[in-house]
T-cell receptor, first 111, second 115 residues
Framework: RKEVEQDPGPFNVPEGATVAFNCTYSNSASQSFFWYRQDCRKEPKLLMSVYSSGNEDGRFTAQLNRASQYISLLIRDSKLSDSATYLCVVRLTSGTYKYIFGTGTRLKVLA | EADIYQTPRYLVIGTGKKITLECSQTMGHDKMYWYQQDPGMELHLIHYSYGVNSTEKGDLSSESTVSRIRTEHFPLTLESARPSHTSQYLC??????????????FGSGTRLTVV
């Protein structure tokens, strides 16, 4: 079983739709969680950190469910420019600074 | 504005050549990483460093080597390039400390083609 698992998609959604991605992680002692966005042939860029209480940044909402060991990303009012691959990233237990990347979920927002 | 720089951006080189991919960061981060990513595929950690004179192999076996003589510099070297080394190589760095809201910062990558 992979340490971080994501549905690879693609998720094809119309403009204006709401879309949600989940990501599961296997190590219950994982400490830090992030969503990254990667455009085609570009480097990943931090979209948002995920906090225990959940957090929102404009149209993007991230949630952490420690009991079920998953994080989620919700995108409201999808824009064409949201089309990208969204990577779930988990930092393992304290004392190690290795980050585990999921394979990514590809989103295509259609006009 | 990039605070982590990779050069060259693109490199096409013949089989058997020795190459060094450069990575420098100006953020004073102790931790630096090299990832390999094929098009449309996941990132694989090949090397990481927790500070000067500290280097470790990552999860994916790689024929490359790295060095960390200065905090800001983390070059990756291939002694003899082969077509199987064709890939994108991404360098990243992260802050020290237990509180870590910022994750990684990535460089723009080096796209290597070995012919």
């Amino acid at each position: 079983r992979k340490e971080v698992e994501q549905d690879p998609g693609p998720f094809n959604v119309p403009e204006g739709a709401t879309v949600a991605f989940n990501c599961t992680y296997s190590n219950s002692a994982s400490q830090s969680f992030f969503w990254y966005r990667q455009d085609c042939r570009k480097e990943p860029k931090l979209l948002m950190s995920v906090y225990s209480s959940g957090n929102e940044d404009g149209r993007f909402t991230a949630q952490l469910n420690r009991a079920s060991q998953y994080i989620s990303l919700l995108i409201r009012d999808s824009k064409l420019s949201d089309s990208a691959t969204y990577l779930c990233v988990v930092r393992l237990t304290s004392g190690t600074y290795k980050y585990i990347f999921g394979t990514g979920t590809r989103l295509k927002v259609l006009a | 504005e990039a605070d982590i720089y990779q050069t060259p951006r693109y490199l096409v080189i013949g089989t058997g050549k020795k190459i060094t991919l450069e990575c420098s960061q100006t953020m004073g981060h102790d931790k630096m990483y090299w990832y390999q990513q094929d098009p449309g595929m996941e990132l694989h950690l090949i090397h990481y460093s927790y500070g000067v004179n500290s280097t470790e192999k990552g999860d994916l076996s790689s024929e490359s080597t790295v060095s960390r003589i200065r905090t800001e510099h983390f070059p990756l070297t291939l002694e003899s390039a082969r077509p199987s080394h064709t890939s994108q190589y991404l360098c990243a760095s992260s802050e020290s400390g237990g509180v870590d809201p910022y994750g990684y910062t990535f460089g723009s990558g080096t796209r290597l083609t070995v012919v």
